[in-house]
């Protein structure tokens, strides 16, 4: 489960190249680490958000 809070990807670089997340209500938001509150913000809906993880499993 999802912090409400952006959340560092446990495998982030010390470089702080990597991806924040948090849970919203009807959506999963991805943000840019290190531009953090200046980053884009990207809402996925679960839908979408499982795939993503899905699709980079397989990678």
């Known amino acids: 489960m999802l912090s ?3 959340q560092k990807s ?3 670089q010390t470089q702080g190249e ?3 997340l948090r849970q919203r209500t009807d ?3 991805v943000r840019d680490s290190k531009l953090g509150d ?3 913000v ?3 809906d679960s839908e979408t958000y499982a795939s993503l ?3 980079l499993k397989r990678r």
Do not use: K, M, T
């Open 4 to 6: 409400r809070e952006w």
């Open 10 to 12: 446990s495998r982030s």
């Open 18 to 20: 990597c991806v924040e």
């Open 27 to 29: 959506a999963v938001q």
């Open 38 to 40: 200046a980053s884009p």
């Open 42 to 44: 990207f809402d996925l």
């Open 53 to 55: 993880i899905e699709d």
